[in-house]
């Protein structure tokens, strides 16, 4: 049986044995679940027949952030809990404590809120850039991050200041709508000589960097599996594999040789790979610019945010027809979603055409760019600024 069935089945053990049922609700006199917004029918089921009508559940969620409908969520799971439990008490936390007053107005006008809440002062407005291609695009943002950090020194990054202190590259990420955006970011990013980490729900087996260090790992000698590692990814190297993935991936594969999981032995190594996605290697501490998927950066926060690939058919997201009304409802949220983790300056950024489902495309802007207050907004310019190069300085 998998997770699902773990769900299904407990959850019809409940209906079918009410003693069972008694057990489990007696254990638990206090049922508390987080997240609301994201449970499926099945796990709302499970939650009833665990608490009972008369239980002591409370549920803890953002009907604005509910946005995995793809797996089976439930956005209407707030007005079903009302309906079976109609004497619950609502408590609603409405005051925002992370982002500026301008994000906060902006965000509330792309779900058609009141921008209530507000706890901090309006801060810089909100950039908008229309790029020529992914590319441009992709150098804007590079060109944004050195401007905003003053440069790559120590002396000159820590000379800006977020509104939590020095400024780092740890306080940029990027969000995009779909993982093969992230190449463009990877490619300008390494040009620029800017540290980043991608992560998301992708799987690391397929990582070419994994592969490639794994099938190097047979001949590679060290002390110990960690070791190993190391030796196989400078042979992964030598042999031509792409250097910036061999690094990346060295790093998790590293990660999980010195895990409790693995203990040093290469075949659970491997069954580790097998069971791990880029997003179990998130560190928040890593001084590094973060890219990542909208869906994979709910629940964290930036001090400067780049909401990328704003265009029809990107955001919203849909194939050929126009997308229906509830999945045109579930992306605005998705939308909301990746400008709210911006603290203190948010960019939306898009591409006036690019490689997409296998040809070169022209694609009109996202129509979620017109929600946003117009007096919010400055253009960042229709062409990215050219990066500026760092001067080398004679010692005599």
């Known amino acids: 049986m998998d997770f699902d069935d773990l769900v299904v089945l407990a959850a019809d053990l409940l209906d079918t044995h009410p003693d069972v049922a008694a057990v489990w609700r007696d254990r638990f006199s206090h049922i508390l679940a987080d997240e609301f917004q994201d449970v499926d029918e099945q796990q709302y089921r499970l939650l009833r027949r665990l608490a009972g009508d008369g239980g002591n559940l409370c549920v803890i969620g953002d009907p604005h952030q509910a946005i995995y409908g793809f797996r089976g969520a439930d956005a209407a799971c707030f007005q079903r809990f009302a309906a079976d439990y109609p004497a619950a008490p609502m408590l609603c936390l409405s005051r925002n404590y992370r982002s500026s007053g301008t994000i906060v107005t902006a965000a509330a006008a792309v779900i058609g809120a009141a921008a209530d809440g507000i706890t901090r002062a309006m801060g810089e407005p909100v950039t908008v850039h229309a790029a020529g291609d992914e590319a441009a695009e992709a150098d804007f943002a590079a060109a944004a991050i050195e401007d905003l950090l003053g440069g790559h020194d120590m002396l000159a990054a820590n000379r800006t200041r977020s509104s939590r202190g020095a400024l780092g590259f740890g306080d940029c990420a990027v969000l995009y709508r779909t993982d093969a955006q992230a190449a463009a970011f990877r490619a300008a990013f390494d040009r620029a000589g800017i540290p980043f980490r991608k992560s998301s729900p992708a799987a690391i087996a ?33 042999e031509g594999a792409d250097p910036a993935a061999v690094a990346e991936a060295a790093g998790w594969l590293t990660a999980l040789a010195a895990s409790d999981t693995v203990a040093g032995d290469p075949a659970r190594l491997r069954d580790a790979v097998a069971l791990s996605t880029e997003a179990d290697f998130h560190d928040a501490r890593a001084d590094r610019v973060s890219l990542l998927t909208m869906h994979a950066a709910k ?70 760019l017109a929600a946003v207050p117009a007096e919010l907004c400055r253009d960042g310019g229709s062409v990215a600024r050219k990066r500026r190069r760092t001067q080398q300085l004679s010692l005599f």
């Open 206 to 238: 397929g990582h070419p960097g994994v592969r490639a260090v794994l099938g190097a790992l047979d001949g590679a000698e060290g002390a110990d599996l960690a070791a190993r590692v190391t030796a196989a990814a400078e042979r992964a190297r030598g």
């Open 299 to 368: 629940g964290l926060e930036f001090a400067n945010v780049f909401v990328a690939g704003l265009e029809s058919g990107l955001m919203p997201f849909s194939w050929d027809a126009e997308p229906d009304e509830a999945t045109l409802a579930e992306e605005r949220r998705l939308f909301y979603v990746a400008v709210t983790r911006a603290r203190d300056r948010l960019f939306l950024t898009r591409a006036g055409e690019r490689v997409w489902r296998g040809a070169v495309r022209t694609l009109a802007p996202s129509p979620f």
